[in-house]
């Protein structure tokens, strides 16, 4: 079976809003934390838990400039985690991330999600060739993989999130 007979318009749909809803809790909690607990080097991949929802935001963005023309972001991906330095700032791009994910998302059909994608991959230094569908859904699987390392590393400093399966979050 391939990523396109897979992916639907309905699922992407909803893993966007399942995306925005749970941005909205672990943002929520980061806020009640001071500054200095969110940049904390907390020993993960993007370091500290600023650093991973910074990531998060370019990475969103740079598959949105890929999949819709959204503007790429200046940084590289190993500057990705100094997206905003401030912390308001990074909570108002993420706002706007989500609002504008879940824009495009109600405009795709079937056909939206057929078909191969090429881009050059500053990651892999090279120029790649992938099914559109399948890179849908990668964008949704890394955000539900930095997610739970920015939930892991606000778990360690006390903050909750609340519920974050699937199920639970998107009736």
């Not at 990475?59 to 997206?83: K, T, Y």
Request: hydrophobic share 50%.
């Amino acid at each position: 079976m391939t990523a396109a007979a897979m992916i639907t318009a309905d699922w992407v749909r909803m893993m966007a809003d399942y995306n925005a809803e749970m941005n909205r809790r672990l943002y929520a909690a980061a806020a009640r934390l001071t500054e200095a607990e969110r940049r904390h080097d907390r020993g993960a991949f993007w370091r500290s838990i600023h650093g991973t929802l910074s990531h998060l935001v370019w990475a969103d963005r740079i598959w949105m400039a890929r999949f819709a023309g959204w503007p790429r972001p200046e940084q590289s991906i190993a500057e990705s985690v100094a997206m905003a330095e401030a912390f308001a700032d990074l909570t108002a791009a993420r706002v706007t991330v989500d609002a504008d994910l879940a824009l495009w998302a109600a405009t795709l059909d079937t056909a939206a999600l057929a078909g191969d994608l090429q881009w050059f991959s500053g990651a892999a230094g090279r120029k790649l060739t992938a099914q559109r569908a399948l890179l849908v859904s990668h964008m949704f699987n890394h955000q539900t993989h930095h997610r739970g390392q920015a939930h892991a590393m606000l778990t360690a400093a006390g903050a909750s999130t609340g519920d974050t399966d699937l199920f639970l979050v998107v009736g």
